[in-house]
């Protein structure tokens, strides 16, 4: 599982430089169109991936492994929701993102089997308590990731522009 965590940081890294490189193609204006999509545009669902794993981050922080990669995370302001705003440039997300996959991947390796194996406690938005698998919640972060930027694929392809084999396989030694 340790080297499926490292795995996932890679391939999570890799594939969003391939989404903000393909996404820097569109047409003044496409990043932004009201595509129907979940989050709206493009750009809304890019954003709406720098909230979430900014919050969960920021939750994992509490881990009581105090891992030394995530300290950086427990300094970032706090999103005020799923759709919080980290600029209204592609460049001003694109900063944040590199900034949160540099944090991921420093992690990964940090992270143990005991530290899976824990019982995680932490607070929705709303503020309800929550006591799960740290594991399982790990890797809910990874497919919450791996979900959304498969609709950022559509979202390109529909405006023209192929991100390329996006398939996990590729990743896998």
Same mark, same amino acid.
């Not at 143990?112 to 019982?119: F, M």
């Given at each position: 599982?340790?080297?499926?965590?490292?795995?996932?940081?890679?391939y999570?890294? &890799?594939m969003?430089?391939? @989404?903000?490189?393909?996404?820097? +193609? /569109?047409?003044?204006?496409? #990043? !932004?169109?009201?595509?129907?999509?979940?989050?709206?545009?493009?750009?809304?669902?890019?954003?709406?991936?720098?909230?979430?794993d900014?919050?969960?981050?920021?939750?994992?922080?509490?881990?009581?492994?105090?891992?030394?990669?995530?300290?950086?995370?427990?300094?970032?302001?706090?999103?005020?929701g799923l759709?919080?705003s980290?600029? &209204?440039?592609?460049?001003? @997300?694109?900063?944040?993102?590199? +900034? /949160?996959?540099?944090?991921? #991947? !420093?992690?990964?390796?940090?992270i143990?089997?005991?530290?899976?194996?824990?019982?995680f406690?932490?607070?929705?938005?709303?503020?309800?308590?929550?006591?799960?698998?740290?594991?399982?919640?790990?890797?809910?972060?990874?497919?919450?990731?791996?979900?959304?930027?498969?609709?950022?694929?559509?979202?390109?392809?529909?405006?023209?522009? &192929?991100?390329?084999?996006?398939?996990?396989?590729?990743?896998?030694?």
């Open positions: 599982m340790i080297e499926h965590i490292a795995l996932l940081a890679r999570n890294a &890799d969003n430089q391939k @989404l903000y490189d393909a996404a820097a +193609q /569109l047409p003044p204006g496409e #990043l !932004e169109a009201d595509r129907k999509a979940f989050f709206g545009s493009l750009f809304g669902t890019m954003n709406h991936l720098l909230a979430a900014t919050i969960w981050l920021k939750r994992f922080s509490t881990h009581p492994a105090d891992f030394p990669a995530l300290q950086a995370a427990k300094a970032l302001p706090q999103p005020s759709t919080h980290f600029g &209204d440039t592609l460049p001003a @997300l694109r900063a944040h993102r590199e +900034q /949160l996959d540099a944090t991921i #991947l !420093e992690w990964a390796p940090q143990t089997a005991a530290d899976l194996a824990h019982t406690e932490y607070r929705s938005m709303r503020g309800d308590l929550y006591r799960k698998h740290f594991g399982g919640v790990l890797l809910h972060f990874f497919n919450h990731q791996t979900h959304h930027r498969g609709q950022a694929s559509t979202l390109l392809t529909q405006a023209g522009v &192929d991100i390329g084999i996006t398939d996990l396989l590729l990743w896998v030694p």
